[in-house]
């Protein structure tokens, strides 16, 4: 696609149920990103995908989150036993090379999740 | 902890006159910039970034101004039209501890007035 895609755009869940998050990078970036957006926030770091490197999961705010990219490509962001504090838009972005240089990072239009 | 920040959460301003949205940054450290748009219901979209050996940036109808004795980063934006509404983030980065980990703002709701 022309650019950083993600489903669901909208997620409703029940307190305690595991939610699954998926990001589409544009084609060809080796670099991906996810954020987390809370209501009037600024962005906030999840993890960070480079290739084949080791993910920096320093971000992830506790156990029951994770993530995976499979192949080099689609990543998903996975919420266990979901809290209401978890209530926010997650953003995914991707960006092209790293070695060292300070790439674009586009960004997803994000999934808007509601825990009640 | 370090973090960037804006003084001025909200901004209105009439369609034509220029805004200035500004942001305070705290990691001396930081040596590259990045103002992002985000508009309702989108992902951020990059406006225009600075490094820090720079002061002034110009881009089309936007200009960024770094002051880095009092760590102050602004976003000027000339004739503004109502499709400039939206939420300004300013991002900051140290390229030497991290060279993806951006550390944002929480953003200012510019609202353009026809």
């Known amino acids: 696609g022309a650019g950083v895609s993600q489903s669901p755009s909208n997620k409703v869940t029940e307190k305690g149920k595991d939610v699954e998050l998926r990001c589409d990078p544009i084609?060809?970036?080796?670099?991906l990103y996810w954020y987390r957006q809370s209501l009037g926030q600024g962005l906030e770091f999840l993890i960070y995908?480079?290739?084949?490197?080791?993910?920096?999961k320093s971000g992830l705010p506790s156990d029951r989150f994770s993530a995976e990219r499979t192949g080099g490509s689609v990543s998903t962001l996975t919420i266990q036993r979901t809290q209401q504090e978890d209530s926010a838009v997650y953003l995914c972005a991707s960006s092209s090379d790293w070695g060292g240089s300070l790439n674009e990072q586009f960004f997803g239009p994000g999934t808007r999740l509601t825990v009640l | 902890g370090e973090s960037v920040g804006l003084h001025l959460p909200t901004l209105s301003v009439q369609e034509g006159d220029n805004s200035i949205i500004n942001c305070a940054y705290s990691n001396s450290a930081s040596d590259y910039f990045i103002w992002y748009k985000q508009e309702s219901g989108k992902g951020p979209q990059f406006i225009i970034d600075?490094?820090?050996?720079?002061d002034k940036r110009q881009g089309q109808r936007v200009t960024v101004l770094l002051n880095k004795t009092v760590k102050h980063l602004s976003l000027q934006i000339a004739a503004t039209q109502p499709g400039d509404s939206a939420v300004y983030f300013c991002a900051d980065l140290d390229s030497g501890g991290s060279n993806y980990k951006l550390t944002f703002g929480k953003g200012t709701l510019l609202t353009v007035n026809p």
């Open positions: 084609s060809g970036h080796t670099a």
């Open positions: 600075i490094r820090s050996n720079m």
């Open positions: 995908f480079q290739g084949n490197s080791a993910p920096d």
